[in-house]
């Protein structure tokens, strides 16, 4: 006969097994979700590697396809600038006012195809690996006087003031510096171009930390929507404005920038409103 105390013992024992049976439905219940959420991840991820495979594929032949198309360009492209720097002389005989202006419309031409056919090359290259960059120390304030010494016509033209404020400490990189000379040239050919005549203001600072230096850019310029923002160092892209409609551009200046700080393992990105200028800021390796 059991006892009131039997009852009791027995009465725990049921609950504490009718617990276990439920933990072990509920532990079975989670293992096969844990093993068919593995299956789902790893077929994803077998997916993901696949599709990456593929991309790497496809843009590896956009670089050879691009650099074969721009090397096919370049040959009739010098025969064209040529024959129409020869008629231009006048050492096949004199040309009249009318042809002459034609002839140097075909130059002018000539020359933007070639400076696009160059960018889209160097482009292609760098994406590739195919240029090496020959890392040296580099004087960040002896760049931009050498950058702002050559774009000099352009700022006399448009009256535009410029301000570069480097510190000491912020001065030396490692670089290569013919590719960084081109990084300046883009940037602040960009801002000569935004910026308005006669009131114009590009500013050029840069701050450093344990291993970095950013370098910043900003001008006073008609600047770009967010949605600009976002693409402006996409291939081929080109903010919808005024100016834009107005100049022609290849739209792979900012996507050459891009790559090559890339290409030094460095970051690069705009900060800009429409009609409150745009700020560019990189950041590259500090010199030790």
Same mark, same amino acid.
């Given at each position: 006969?059991?006892?009131?105390?039997?009852?009791?013992?027995?009465? /725990?024992?049921?609950?504490? /097994?009718?617990?276990?049976?439920?933990? $072990?439905?509920?532990?079975e219940s989670a293992?096969?979700?844990?093993?068919?959420?593995e299956?789902?991840v790893?077929?994803?991820?077998?997916?993901?590697?696949?599709?990456?495979?593929?991309?790497?594929?496809?843009?590896?032949?956009k670089?050879?396809?691009?650099?074969? %198309?721009?090397?096919e360009?370049?040959?009739?492209?010098?025969?064209?600038?040529?024959?129409?720097s020869?008629?231009?002389?006048?050492?096949?005989?004199?040309?009249?006012?009318?042809?002459?202006?034609?002839?140097?419309?075909?130059?002018?031409?000539?020359?933007?195809?070639t400076?696009?056919?160059?960018?889209?090359?160097?482009?292609?290259?760098?994406?590739?690996?195919?240029i090496?960059?020959?890392?040296?120390?580099?004087?960040?304030?002896?760049a /931009?006087?050498?950058?702002t010494?050559?774009?000099?016509?352009?700022?006399?033209?448009?009256?535009?003031?410029?301000q570069?404020?480097?510190p000491? *400490?912020?001065?030396?990189?490692?670089?290569?510096?013919?590719?960084?000379?081109? %990084?300046?040239?883009?940037?602040?050919?960009?801002?000569?171009?935004?910026?308005?005549?006669?009131?114009?203001?590009?500013?050029?600072?840069?701050s450093?930390?344990?291993?970095?230096?950013?370098?910043?850019?900003?001008?006073?310029g /008609?600047?770009?929507?967010? $949605?600009?923002?976002?693409?402006?160092?996409?291939?081929f892209?080109?903010?919808?404005?005024?100016?834009?409609?107005k100049?022609?551009?290849?739209?792979?200046?900012?996507?050459?920038?891009?790559?090559? %700080?890339?290409?030094?393992?460095?970051?690069?990105?705009?900060?800009?409103?429409?009609?409150?200028?745009?700020?560019?800021?990189?950041?590259? *390796?500090?010199?030790?």
């Open positions: 006969r059991l006892t009131e105390g039997d009852e009791e013992l027995v009465s /725990i024992l049921a609950t504490q /097994i009718g617990q276990t049976l439920d933990n $072990a439905e509920l532990f293992f096969m979700q844990h093993q068919l959420l299956k789902k790893t077929a994803r991820t077998k997916e993901l590697t696949d599709a990456l495979s593929q991309l790497r594929e496809l843009n590896k032949r670089g050879d396809f691009v650099s074969a %198309v721009s090397h360009l370049r040959t009739p492209l010098t025969s064209v600038k040529g024959y129409a020869i008629l231009l002389s006048g050492k096949l005989g004199e040309v009249p006012e009318a042809v002459k202006e034609r002839l140097e419309k075909i130059n002018k031409h000539s020359d933007e195809l400076h696009m056919v160059n960018d889209m090359l160097d482009v292609a290259r760098i994406e590739s690996g195919k090496d960059m020959v890392l040296t120390p580099v004087n960040i304030t002896d /931009i006087s050498e950058v010494d050559l774009l000099s016509p352009q700022l006399k033209e448009k009256s535009i003031t410029i570069a404020n480097i000491e *400490t912020s001065n030396m990189v490692m670089a290569d510096k013919a590719q960084i000379l081109r %990084v300046f040239i883009n940037l602040l050919g960009n801002a000569i171009k935004f910026v308005p005549a006669q009131s114009g203001e590009i500013k050029i600072s840069a450093d930390s344990q291993d970095t230096v950013q370098i910043n850019i900003s001008d006073n /008609i600047g770009m929507t967010r $949605a600009d923002s976002k693409r402006i160092f996409d291939e892209y080109r903010a919808d404005n005024p100016i834009n409609q100049v022609r551009g290849t739209g792979l200046g900012l996507t050459l920038v891009k790559n090559i %700080v890339s290409a030094h393992m460095g970051k690069i990105w705009v900060d800009s409103e429409l009609n409150k200028g745009a700020a560019f800021h990189f950041t590259l *390796t500090k010199a030790r």
